[in-house]
């Protein structure tokens, strides 16, 4: 099986732009969950979808967004970039029933830099 | 709200050495422990979980055990080689998937 995979892997973009990173789950895998990984804050938690509807979002101004697809592929979207959203940002999947604990699977991450 | 206390890197040792790495948290209701471990330039990986009081999760001769009396969920290893350098990553997920993560350790390994 196939594991997450996230494109693109490395992307540099100018203060003000906005950005499109895109997720794509294990098969057979309906929740995708992202998070924003830095040196000062560590990972936190974005936003989590499952079957195209946001089920839990963490404290992140509205600059960021998300939407998943019929297929459960996910996109996140940041729009006027600031230095500070310079992060890897993670993707992660699991089966994603309803009053079940799954353990998440990592992508290998988008390096997103903001000059 | 929920959060992950773990012990600051990075934790030094040579080949073969006893590691333990060194995870408290807070919580409500009932969590699920996780440790995950990050490679150079790499996605998180799974190491280890366990879901209830007393599990020991254990894989690749890393264990932890969940200690509800003492909210912690020590990772440890007998005998470390140098292909465990990495940082790790001690968490915990209250409800549904999603996680709440600690700072993270670094563990360097010479041999």
């Known amino acids: 099986k196939a594991g997450v995979t996230q494109t693109p892997r490395y992307l540099i973009k100018t203060r003000g732009q906005q950005v499109t990173l895109s997720c794509s789950p294990i098969?057979?895998?309906?929740?995708v969950s992202w998070y924003q990984q830095t040196p000062g804050q560590g990972l936190q938690f974005l936003f989590e979808y499952f079957s195209e509807t946001q089920r839990n979002k963490g404290n992140f101004p509205g600059r960021f967004s998300g939407r998943q697809f019929s297929n459960s592929r996910s996109e996140m979207n940041v729009s006027t970039l600031e230095l500070g959203d310079s992060a890897l940002y993670l993707c992660a999947s699991n089966p994603g029933s309803p009053g079940m604990t799954y353990e998440q699977y990592f992508g290998p991450g988008t390096r997103l830099t903001v000059t | 709200g929920d959060s992950v206390t773990q012990m600051e890197g990075p934790v030094t040792l040579s080949e073969e050495a006893f590691l333990t790495i060194n995870c408290t948290y807070t919580?409500?209701?009932?969590?699920?422990l996780f440790w995950y471990v990050q490679y150079p330039g790499e996605g998180l990986q799974l190491l280890l979980k366990a879901t209830k009081a007393d599990d020991k999760g254990s894989n690749k001769g890393f264990e932890a055990t969940y200690r509800k009396e003492t909210t912690s969920f020590h990772l440890e290893k007998g005998s470390v080689q140098v292909s465990d350098s990495a940082v790790y990553f001690c968490a915990l997920t209250s409800g549904y998937s999603t996680l709440t993560f600690g700072k993270g350790t670094m563990l360097l390994v010479s041999p």
């Open positions: 098969s057979g895998h309906r929740s």
């Open positions: 919580a409500t209701g009932y969590p699920s």
